[in-house]
């Protein structure tokens, strides 16, 4: 099964993203972790890439496409997988069904992400990110038990460049600009299903497990 969870910033597309991946025994490729270890490593794609990220803005699409067109071929994408922060534009969108169609793979469902933008600044502003493992913690939500340090490895907590305010709400006028259309895009094609993204992460989740069960026949 090949999924794309779309939806702004903070929704909580990474969250849901690894809970489905369980489910469904597929891997979760989000592209911002993709992005953020080319920028800790510090190659050339990741020094052109965080120029683009600490403003806000979205990365150029020759620099994702690239990256993505190599990881969905290899071996644990056989079964299928996730895509979390891909496709961000009509373009990318129009590039992902060329790259299927030439791999002769299919997309099955489009999960929508809803979110009210006022929850989606608390969210961010106050989310909280380990530098050494990259576990994600939030100061409200879901705290460490010693503040600014990280549970599972001790690593310290930081926010990231982007999870400012002014950033947030630009990524968020970004988001309405250039992937907003993608909702009519899919709608079209029959393959978006809109999630209610409020609540307790476990709601959240069995919402989205309910839909993919009925695309899988399940009952």
Do not use: W
Not at 108 to 122: G, H, M, Q, S, Y
Not at 160 to 189: C, G, H, M, W
């Amino acid at each position: 099964m090949i999924v794309v969870l779309l939806g702004p910033p903070g929704v909580g597309k990474g969250t849901q993203g690894m809970l489905i991946s369980k489910y469904l025994h597929i891997p979760l490729i989000s592209t911002g972790d993709l992005l953020r270890g080319e920028v800790r490593e510090q190659t050339n794609l990741g020094k052109i890439a965080k120029s683009f990220m600490d403003k806000g803005e979205l990365v150029s699409d020759d620099l994702i496409i690239e990256m993505i067109k190599k990881r969905i071929r290899r071996k644990d994408c056989a079964e299928g997988f996730i895509l979390d922060g891909f496709p961000r534009t009509l373009s990318q969108a129009k590039s992902l069904e060329n790259m299927f169609l030439r791999d002769n793979l299919q997309l099955d469902a489009v999960l929508l992400f809803d979110v009210p933008e006022e929850e989606i600044i608390r969210r961010l502003t106050g989310r909280r990110v380990c530098e050494k493992c990259g576990a994600v913690y939030h100061v409200s939500y879901n705290p460490p038990h010693k503040e600014g340090i990280c549970d599972r490895c001790g690593g310290k907590l930081i926010t990231r460049d982007d999870d400012n305010e002014e950033t947030v709400r630009r990524r968020i006028v970004v988001y309405q600009d250039a992937t907003a259309p993608l909702i009519s895009f899919y709608k079209k094609q029959d393959r978006l299903y809109t999630i209610d993204g409020v609540g307790k992460v476990e709601e959240i989740f069995e919402r989205a497990k309910n839909v993919l069960k009925k695309l899988n026949g399940y009952n």
